[in-house]
């Protein structure tokens, strides 16, 4: 009979670079009987669990391969028959990642849960092409929002964003693009500078820079597509601003 507590461990495994994992999430892995994970997951963070059991529980091209309500069966019940289950999904399970519906569910059957935060792709990705959410004079505040609601429409808070003078972050937007530029259009955002980050932090990273007027036709040109960030506002222009620095103090030491 099973003598283990049964337990939920939700861990963020960041946005894709293993070396943005946490040393807890490590630790919660290396104690793991099941591990399910996500397809925004690193591959390579599995090592770190050589005797649990591995389920892939993710989407795929809108394929999935277990609807959530399979994925709660699974949890609850690899955690009575087997001990310690690891829900690992990609960035922080609490930023869209229905982390906390997920401990909710776990608690309510009874089982121990626990959290690790992981770092958000909303924040560390554009980081990595030196794209930072705030600066003096450029961005006093950011938001991060769903490009995408549970119904599958664009989430209303784009349009109160566009009419900010914040930094916009938008997370599973690329199939609203076209709508999320028509929103800032109408603000009178035409020339705003906006980036699109596709695998960030991996070696498949792929990025397009331009303005809300320019940017459909140089995802075309770049053949982006999910999974990708979108980052909208002036500090945006920080990333070549610094390229320009960089490269006006090579041409003086030369």
């Known amino acids: 009979m099973q003598t283990k507590t049964a337990k939920l461990t939700v861990v963020g495994a960041g946005p894709g670079d293993v070396d943005l994992f946490t040393l807890k ?31 892939f529980v993710g ?18 019940n690899r955690a009575h028959s087997h001990g310690h289950v690891v829900r690992l999904k990609g960035g922080d ?7 906390a519906e997920e401990m909710e569910m776990a608690a309510q059957a009874g089982i121990e849960i626990a959290m ?13 092409q030196n794209i930072p959410l705030t600066k ?5 505040s950011f938001w991060v929002i769903t490009g995408t609601t549970k119904k599958h429409k664009i989430s209303g808070d784009v349009a109160l964003a566009a009419q900010s003078t914040a930094t916009v ?33 991996t070696l498949e990273e792929k990025i397009g820079v331009g303005t809300i007027d320019s ?12 999974p990708a960030i979108i ?16 490269q006006e103090v090579a041409e003086q030491v030369a």
Not at 116 to 128: D, E, L
Not at 215 to 226: F, K
């Open 136 to 140: 003096r004079g450029s961005s006093e």
């Open 169 to 201: 972050v938008i997370l599973m937007g690329m199939g609203k693009l076209s709508e999320i530029c028509k929103l800032f259009r109408a603000s009178g955002k035409n020339d705003t500078a906006i980036a699109i980050i596709q695998n960030g932090t």
């Open 116 to 128: 690790v935060p992981g770092i958000s792709s909303s924040f560390a990705v554009p980081a990595y």
């Open 215 to 226: 940017i459909e036709q140089i995802v075309v040109e770049n053949e982006l597509a999910n």
């Open 59 to 76: 989407k795929r091209k809108g394929c999935y391969s277990y609807q959530q309500e399979q994925i709660n069966d699974l949890i609850v």
């Open 25 to 55: 999430g490590i630790k919660a892995l290396k104690s793991a009987d099941v591990v399910l994970y996500d397809a925004l997951v690193n591959p390579e963070l599995l090592s770190y669990a050589p005797d649990a059991e591995l389920i």
């Open 93 to 99: 399970p609490f930023i869209f990642g229905r982390g």
């Open 231 to 246: 980052i909208i506002g002036d500090v945006v222009n920080h990333r070549q601003q610094l390229e320009n620095i960089k």
